[in-house]
Every structure is written in C-alpha cells, then in structure tokens.
C-alpha cells in the first residue's frame, strides 16, 4: 500500500517574509516568444522569483529539498486550491520550495524578469493569469496591497508499506489525480483540512493531470489527511 501523508495546514505567512508587488498593473499580458507570459509591468519590488519568498522557519527552509505533493489554498476573492507535484529523481529536481514560490509570483501576477524581454523563470499560465486578473481587482476595489496572508500550504509525503518515501513522478501523478478527480471524496476532504467550515468545495486550480488509474491500481493508494 502506496500512502501519503498529509502534515497540518499552516498560513503561508507565518513560514515565510512575502514581500508585496505594489507596482501599477493594467490587468494585461505580454507573450514573449520560446519563454511564456509574463505580466505587463514593472519588475517587482522583490526582484527575482527567489525573493518571493524568503522562509523565516526551518520548517520553510527545508522545503527546498522536500518533495511530494504541495497544495496552495487561497481564500480570496473565492476559495480555489492549487494542488501541485515536486517529484525528485530528475537531473535537475525542483523542491516544494521552489514551486511554491512560482506560484506566488503567478498569484500576484508579479514580473520578476529582470526586463520586458524575459520571464524570469517564471511562465504565467492561463489559470493562473486567469485568477490573478480577479485576485488584482478585488484588491485594487478596497485599495489595498495584497500581502498574501489569505494563503494556505499544506505538504504531503509518500510512503510505501515499508515506509520507504516514494518521490518519484509516477507515484505522486497517482495522488495528484485522485484528489484533483475527488476520487472517494478525497478533494472535498481536501477543502475542509484547510477550511473546517467550508460549506462549499473550493474551485480546483490544477488543470493538467494525468488520467485518474484504474480502480484496481487506486486500490493500492491511500491518502491520510
């Protein structure tokens, strides 16, 4: 049996220093040919996608060589939830720590190229830059900076029977299908390990994933929240 552990949801900004963007935006895009979107504005106060994030625990610290799967909830300006895999193995492995901080420059629609010509290592998607336009104007209609203390992360481990930890694409595309398909009620589960009193499932921000296994695969596959 195949399974992952999921440690308590903590706020994001009591691990982390987020700096603000308070740089002016107009809401749009610019695609920049080979490297992906990036949005039309300053680069931001913090700089680089690094800076982004700067963990303040050793908890967060240790992220950078963790992996697994990750999950970002965003409370505004509605519930969603990103749910997101960091498999090890690879020759050039990411860690939980830097794709969370990705996607807090993607949440913020944040420009961390160093110009107009460049990313910055960071590619604003069509989900993300879908509900960064909403995030932006809801922040801009009660004319405050968006500091991000809305946010949760969870971590969850995978283990196999003899609690060897599994971190190997394969096996975490499994988790991440099964909860992003609510499989057994596992994403309505998921809702609630971050908000308790949820009386609806928050939107699902993960849009690629590979094809829910077979049943008789997912009976191999626990998830403990």
Not at 5 to 15: G, M, N, P, V
Not at 16 to 42: A, M, V
Not at 60 to 68: C, D, H, R, T
Not at 214 to 220: G, S
Request: proline share 4%.
């Amino acid at each position: 049996m195949n399974t992952l552990k999921f440690e308590k949801f903590k706020k994001l900004s009591e691990h982390f220093d987020i700096p603000p963007d308070g740089s002016k935006w107009n809401g749009q895009y610019i695609n920049i040919l080979k490297e992906g979107n990036t949005p039309d504005r300053q680069q931001a106060v913090f700089g680089t996608v690094t800076n982004s994030l700067k963990p303040t625990t050793c908890f967060a610290s240790g992220l950078k060589s963790a992996y697994g799967i990750y999950v970002i909830g965003v409370e505004l300006p509605y519930p969603a939830i990103y749910i997101g895999i960091a498999a090890g193995g690879s020759k050039s492995p990411e860690g939980i720590l830097k794709r969370i901080r990705k996607h807090r420059v993607k949440l913020t629609a944040s420009h961390v190229g160093s110009n107009n010509h460049t990313v910055g290592g960071v590619n604003h998607t069509s989900g993300w830059r879908y509900v960064a336009k909403q995030r932006a104007e809801y922040f801009q209609t009660i004319n405050e900076l968006d500091t991000c203390q809305d946010l949760w992360f969870g971590v969850g481990r995978a283990y196999d029977s003899c609690e060897v930890s599994l971190i190997d694409k394969l096996t975490l595309e499994v988790f991440e299908s099964m909860l992003v398909c609510n499989h057994q009620d596992l994403y309505k589960k998921l809702t609630q390990s971050i908000w308790p009193n949820a009386v609806r499932v928050a939107d699902c921000l993960t849009v690629r994933h590979r094809k829910l296994q077979h049943e008789a695969i997912l009976a191999n596959y626990k998830i403990q929240f």
